[in-house]
């Protein structure tokens, strides 16, 4: 009995020395070929090992396999979906007696990994025989189509209520990843991103969680780090999780911990955003392709949210940000569903424009162009005649009409404080809604400097090649002399009564091509002003003024004449009794003018635009004389002026009509030479006295 047990331990140490040792001595690459035709039937691929398989049981089970090359689908850009120099695995011997699989160690080393969605809207995701066949919900973004009830039934449930693969639970101590590749190619759109250089580390405790993970990688060229953890699905139904990633240029740190819930049904992602970065123009410069931005955004910066997202809605209800000590909040709500839109309220505590504005880099300045004759201002143009340039019908960078027809959103903007010039535009508020295409601006309004309350109202929309704004301006200030020195304009010359309040009330219609004001009512102290105007930029401006002017005294306005000092006596000196006038030493007299010289030299600076005017004035004074009704219709056009009436009921007494014009008022060679061309004046009156 006892040579009988010897025996039977005998063999059956024999037996499991041969099961654990015999696969050492095996030359597993002759199995290749059924190794391949096995992942063909089950993934609907072909698979192809190039390299060596290696297969050890002891002191651990481990499989090493080099050079791996998963076909890609039918129609794909790449043939392959899938390459990998090397795979190492390494298993428990120990915990297999218990059920437990504890993989102690995966080494994907060089994998390359290539996602796609192909010109029919397909993606190469999709295995099993029906590689072609995916749901219509799929065409347009990354999905498998691996059924969840194959993959439900492959991992049952062991004694102790964890998820398994036949019977056996799973355990990943280490996942490694060495100098891998992802690339997502979407062939509809023209779009192909990298993750390259990619080398991370996870941990998987339970086919149910949790998962630890972090690595690093470049994203277009950016390198980051990255960190994330999965939790343990809750009941069935929530996983909580973690990410964060490190963008090295600029420091910037980014995260977001949450959890999705409802997984059987409509899952819903909540969680914690959370931005900050040391410089905010590094940043974007590099994530920008090199794009150079103001010195002033070289600051920190930092974001906070609580983001719920599912697939209809996005939801941020409590958004803080800040730039430096620019600080704000809001609220943010996305539309996914067959109505897309946003909902964004942003309110902000101060902006210093003064800094933003600042360019990055001074630009070579282009060489000037040779003027061009612009063509002569018609009716049938504009109602002030003014006829937009050539020059203007450039491209625009951004086209109402590229919007969804149903796009529906609403911003809703709030500064307290915009440092501009110097001085602060204070409770800027700024509310549109965008629908059916066009911008409604139920508000854009501010407290300027000057004590100057500015209001706009208006639709923004699209009709030809540019969007263009249509509505109403309302300004009014009273202190018109200081809104003038924040924009730059010395009005030091005038009479300090002048230039105290200005109103301003009308209509506007403003585009690329041209800016036109109508129907506007300004009051500048005393003077009241009506009419329409029309400002065309380009090479050449030209204006149209309509005007309409009840009373004006110019000489209120005019810079005080300085007073002319008094003649210095001359020193008389005799010369051997003869006495002769000398001037002191070092003087000079006055040049005579030149008889070529033309007086009407200096209005050479109307050859540099082009304008029509017509103006009516009931009361005009001048020098001191005072002029009634006073009518004006002309035309400026390529540097010659013409009066088709230029009259007045009375001047200081006298009625006169003038007509003709003036010709030659381009400079040539810098100097202008006008002439007055077929000239006509008629002049009545009772008296020249």
């Excluded at 529906?408 to 500064?415: D, E, G, T």
């Amino acid at each position: 009995m006892k040579k009988l047990l010897i025996g039977a331990a005998t063999f059956a140490f024999i037996l499991v020395a041969t099961v654990l040792i015999l696969p050492t001595f095996i030359n597993w690459n002759q199995y290749r070929e059924e190794i391949a035709s096995q992942a063909r039937n089950a993934l609907g691929r072909e698979l192809n090992i190039k390299g060596d398989i290696k297969l050890t049981i002891l002191p651990s089970p481990a499989l090493a396999i080099n050079g791996i090359h998963l076909a890609n689908v039918e129609g794909a850009s790449t043939s392959d979906m899938v390459t990998l120099k090397s795979l190492e695995v390494n298993i428990a011997l120990i915990p297999l007696l218990g059920q437990n699989i504890q993989i102690t160690s995966v080494r994907l080393v060089e994998p390359v990994v290539n996602l796609e969605i192909l010109e029919d809207g397909t993606n190469n995701l999709a295995f099993g025989a029906a590689t072609k066949e995916q749901p219509e919900g799929n065409i347009s973004s990354f999905g498998s189509t691996t059924g969840t009830p194959t993959a439900r039934s492959q991992a049952d449930v062991n004694g102790l209520g964890m998820p398994s693969v036949g019977g056996f639970a799973v355990q990943i101590d280490s996942f490694v990843i060495e100098n891998g590749q992802l690339t997502l190619r979407d062939v509809p759109r023209g779009r192909v991103e990298r993750l390259e250089t990619v080398n991370g580390k996870f941990r998987l405790a339970s086919l149910i969680g949790p998962m630890e993970m972090e690595g690093s990688a470049f994203i277009r060229k950016i390198p980051i780090s990255f960190s994330a953890s999965v939790g343990q699905i809750v009941q069935d139904r929530t996983l909580p999780f973690r990410v964060a990633a490190t963008v090295i240029p600029g420091n910037v740190n980014l995260s977001y911990s949450g959890a999705i819930s409802n997984l059987r049904g409509t899952p819903m992602l909540k969680g914690k955003f959370s931005l900050e970065g040391k410089n905010l123009n590094t940043f974007v410069s590099v994530v920008a392709n090199g794009t150079a931005l103001p010195s002033a955004l070289g600051r920190a910066f930092s974001a906070q949210a609580t983001i719920a997202a599912s697939q209809t809605q996005i939801d941020i209800p409590d958004l803080t940000f800040s730039l430096d000590d620019t600080k704000g909040t809001g609220k943010v709500t996305v539309a996914l569903g067959p109505t897309p839109g946003a909902d964004v309220m942003l309110a902000i505590n101060k902006v210093d424009l003064d800094k933003f504005l600042v360019a990055p880099s001074q630009p070579t300045p282009a060489p000037p162009k040779e003027p061009t004759t612009s063509s002569a201002p018609s009716a049938s143009s504009s109602p002030l005649g003014i006829q937009p340039s050539a020059s203007q019908s450039a491209d625009t960078p951004f086209s109402l009409a590229t919007l969804p027809e149903n796009l529906v959103s609403s911003l809703s903007l709030s500064i307290e404080a915009l440092k501009f010039k110097g001085k602060a535009i204070r409770q800027a508020k700024l509310t549109a809604e965008l629908a059916g295409r066009e911008v409604t601006l139920s508000q854009l309004s501010a407290l300027l400097p000057g004590n100057t309350d500015l209001a706009m109202f208006g639709f923004v929309s699209q009709k030809g090649p540019a969007p263009a704004f249509d509505g109403t301006v309302d300004m009014a200030t009273n202190d018109l002399r200081g809104v003038l020195g924040w924009l730059g304009i010395d009005a030091s010359g005038i009479a300090q009564d002048r230039l105290r309040k200005l109103s301003f009330s009308g209509k506007v219609l403003a585009g690329p091509q041209a800016l036109n004001l109508s129907d506007f009512d300004i009051q500048v102290d005393n003077t009241k002003i009506k009419g329409a105007a029309v400002i065309a930029p380009g090479e050449r401006v030209s204006l149209g003024l309509n005007l309409d002017v009840d009373k004006i005294n110019l000489d209120a306005y005019l810079p005080a004449r300085k007073k002319s000092a008094a003649p210095k006596k001359e020193f008389t000196t005799k010369i051997q009794g003869t006495s002769l006038d000398q001037k002191i030493a070092g003087s000079k007299a006055p040049s005579a003018p030149s008889l070529d010289y033309n007086p009407l030299a200096p209005l050479g600076l109307l050859g540099s635009f082009d304008m029509n005017l017509k103006a009516k004035i009931g009361s005009l004074t001048l020098s001191g004389v005072p002029v009634s009704d006073l009518a004006v219709d002309s035309a400026l056009l390529n540097g010659g002026l013409t009066f088709k009436n230029l009259s007045a009921q009375s001047l200081a007494g006298i009625r006169g009509k003038v007509t003709g014009g003036l010709a030659g008022l381009t400079p040539v060679d810098g100097v202008a030479d006008p002439t007055f061309k077929d000239f006509k004046f008629d002049v009545r009156g009772k008296s020249l006295r």
